[in-house]
């Protein structure tokens, strides 16, 4: 699974304050997004491209996160620990949608995902949507 173990993530993440439109990353042809190199770390480190993909999966069927220029999206663990629960909110915490994960091996308890839509970011994007961690704002 991770590559990182749990204790480093603080420090791993912090890390990443920032990301050039050079270096996003775009990870599946089948949606309009790109992520930064701290949500692609988090991606490839913690075995979570899905939890970007559930993201993308509800901006493209939720009219509502669709028409929002940020999506401020929260994963928690529950309690016994196999499964989570991903939130997608205004940013007033309001939740526009959800979803509950049965099980994953996700190594942090809670986590933050930013979601902002750029208009023509880069000459191969048009409008794009760029997944971002909180400390890359």
């Not at 490839?44 to 669709?66: C, P």
């Not at 930013?114 to 704002?137: A, F, K, M, N, R």
Request: charged share 20%; net charge negative; aromatic share 14%.
């Amino acid at each position: 699974m991770s590559s990182v173990s749990t204790p480093d993530w603080a420090s791993d993440l912090a890390q990443f304050t920032g990301t050039r439109v050079e270096d996003y990353h775009k990870y599946n042809a089948l949606f309009n997004s790109v992520l930064s190199e701290g949500c692609h770390f988090v991606a490839r480190n913690g075995g979570a491209f899905w939890l970007f993909e559930l993201i993308d999966s509800h901006i493209m069927t939720k009219k509502e996160l669709s028409e929002m220029d940020m999506i401020f999206s929260k994963l928690k663990k529950h309690e016994s620990g196999s499964g989570c629960t991903v939130y997608m909110e205004d940013g007033n915490n309001n939740v526009i949608a959800e979803q509950t994960v049965p099980y994953t091996d996700f190594p942090l308890d809670n986590f933050q995902v930013w979601t902002g839509q750029t208009i023509h970011c880069h000459e191969l994007w048009d409008d794009v949507w760029v997944h971002y961690l909180p400390s890359e704002h």
